[in-house]
């Protein structure tokens, strides 16, 4: 009996060698046929796209740097007049700024209490999860610009459609990660409120939110500084703030390049800026919680 096993032994390894790479070699010819079909797809795609494009983007390459090349030497030209210009096209970086902030808040809000409805062991209508989160990937689902275009419709431009537009699609992004989050949280403070006859708010309030308050806040924060640049793009369709300057600015062409410069030196500070801050305080949030 033991010559059997000890004679079986050395097949049985090279059986489940030979098992394992038969399988690597599968998975790398899967992988293989999947690059291969991905990168026919791109260049299908591509060449579609440029056959129906009204220029032709290798007729057009050639070009590229044209237009940047124009606003950077009149901007240069004109660099004396920059710091007033700076000065001039501030205020509209404060509304840009405002609706970026009071969107985040908002959606925030919305985003908790999608998550909280949406979440195994945290919903107060267990049966009502699926219809939450598809209330959540609807929201997240429809770009900002297109929900602004057809408030902008309704309401006429300004921020205000910048607003709401940014607002909806961040409650539907932040109520995904805030879902992910209160799913990993302890279900022990829930239970034992609920043991003295807590209501269903006063469990989230005092049992969950504290838990996931420090990751909440990190990708609050990180959200902001996405509808930073959301709410300078949305401009351009007539949402107010500095994108519509902006727009206005590339419009109008040559004359006019070095307010066009001045906005991108004013909203590139103000993006770089509030990444570093926001990353700092995310950081802090983080390390604060692992400790």
């Given at each position: 009996m033991a010559d059997v096993s000890i004679g079986s032994a050395p097949q049985s390894v090279n059986t489940i060698q030979s098992e394992y790479m038969a399988q690597v070699q599968r998975r790398r010819l899967y992988s293989g046929l999947t690059l291969l079909i991905f990168v026919v797809l791109m260049v299908a795609?591509?060449?579609?796209?440029?056959?129906?494009?009204?220029?032709?983007?290798?007729?057009?390459?050639?070009?590229?740097?044209?237009?940047?090349?124009?606003?950077?030497?009149?901007?240069?030209?004109?660099?004396?007049?920059?710091?007033?210009?700076?000065?001039?096209?501030?205020?509209?970086?404060?509304?840009?700024?405002?609706?970026?902030?009071v969107s985040t808040i908002i959606g925030a809000c919305g985003g908790v209490v999608l998550s909280l409805l949406s979440t195994r062991g945290l919903a107060k209508w267990p049966r009502l999860i699926p219809l939450f989160r598809r209330i959540s990937d609807i929201m997240r689902a429809v770009?900002?610009?297109?929900?602004?275009?057809?408030?902008?419709?309704?309401?006429?431009?300004?921020?205000?459609?910048?607003?709401?537009?940014?607002?909806?699609?961040?409650?539907?992004?932040?109520?995904?990660?805030?879902?992910?989050?209160?799913?990993?949280?302890?279900?022990?403070?829930?239970?034992?409120?609920?043991?003295?006859?807590?209501?269903?708010?006063?469990?989230?309030?005092?049992?969950?939110?504290?838990?996931?308050?420090p990751n909440y806040v990190s990708y609050a924060l990180l959200r902001f500084e996405i509808n930073i640049r959301a709410s300078a793009i949305l401009g351009f369709v007539g949402a107010g703030g500095i994108g519509y300057e902006l727009r206005n600015a590339m419009a109008w062409g040559p004359g006019r390049f070095d307010e066009a410069a001045a906005i991108f030196i004013l909203l590139f500070s103000t993006i770089v800026f509030f990444d570093q801050v926001s990353s700092r305080y995310r950081n802090r949030l983080t390390e604060g919680q692992a400790q």
């Amino acid at each position: 009996m033991a010559d059997v096993s000890i004679g079986s032994a050395p097949q049985s390894v090279n059986t489940i060698q030979s098992e394992y790479m038969a399988q690597v070699q599968r998975r790398r010819l899967y992988s293989g046929l999947t690059l291969l079909i991905f990168v026919v797809l791109m260049v299908a795609g591509f060449d579609i796209a440029d056959s129906r494009n009204a220029g032709g983007f290798w007729d057009g390459i050639a070009n590229i740097g044209a237009y940047p090349g124009d606003v950077l030497s009149e901007a240069w030209e004109k660099r004396a007049d920059l710091p007033a210009l700076i000065a001039k096209y501030f205020p509209a970086l404060i509304e840009t700024i405002n609706i970026a902030a009071v969107s985040t808040i908002i959606g925030a809000c919305g985003g908790v209490v999608l998550s909280l409805l949406s979440t195994r062991g945290l919903a107060k209508w267990p049966r009502l999860i699926p219809l939450f989160r598809r209330i959540s990937d609807i929201m997240r689902a429809v770009p900002e610009i297109v929900i602004a275009l057809v408030l902008i419709f309704v309401l006429g431009g300004g921020p205000v459609p910048a607003m709401i537009a940014i607002a909806i699609h961040t409650a539907g992004a932040l109520g995904k990660l805030f879902s992910e989050v209160s799913e990993n949280a302890d279900l022990k403070p829930v239970e034992g409120l609920a043991s003295t006859g807590a209501s269903w708010l006063q469990r989230m309030l005092l049992g969950v939110i504290p838990q996931v308050a420090p990751n909440y806040v990190s990708y609050a924060l990180l959200r902001f500084e996405i509808n930073i640049r959301a709410s300078a793009i949305l401009g351009f369709v007539g949402a107010g703030g500095i994108g519509y300057e902006l727009r206005n600015a590339m419009a109008w062409g040559p004359g006019r390049f070095d307010e066009a410069a001045a906005i991108f030196i004013l909203l590139f500070s103000t993006i770089v800026f509030f990444d570093q801050v926001s990353s700092r305080y995310r950081n802090r949030l983080t390390e604060g919680q692992a400790q």
